[in-house]
């Protein structure tokens, strides 16, 4: 499995973006797709996330602000992200999982560099 990310900048606080990424390769028919956010000096952390079911997980500080869906014909998860905040400055990262014979496997693609200026 492959995953390109894309969609990453330089925005003003307030301002908007909006990120996309392709799997490619085993995308099973159980599967969750979502961003992980890294930044300087912290640990990785999941922002926002899909099931291939449609279930929803955000983290707290986005609720609100950031809306997570996918199309699932393209394989393809997005994250729109609105009012963004400088704490909101990282490197996102875009994960598949995938359910097969009662296990998931995690796949991960590169970051796309996401910095808010205030």
């Known amino acids: 499995v492959q995953l390109q990310a894309s969609g990453g900048g330089l925005v003003q606080a307030g301002g908007s973006l909006r990120l996309s990424c392709v799997a490619s390769?085993?995308?099973?028919?159980?599967?969750?797709m979502g961003w992980y956010r890294q930044s300087q000096g912290n640990q990785r952390e999941l922002v926002a996330s899909i099931t291939s079911g449609g279930t929803l997980n955000y983290r707290d500080s986005v609720k609100g602000r950031f809306t997570v869906s996918r199309d699932n014909a393209k394989n393809t998860v997005y994250l729109q992200m609105n009012s963004l905040k400088p704490e909101d400055t990282g490197v996102y990262l875009c994960n598949l999982q995938n359910f097969v014979r009662g296990r998931w496997y995690d796949y991960w693609g590169q970051g796309t560099q996401v910095t808010v200026s205030s």
């Open positions: 390769g085993s995308v099973v028919s159980i599967n969750e």
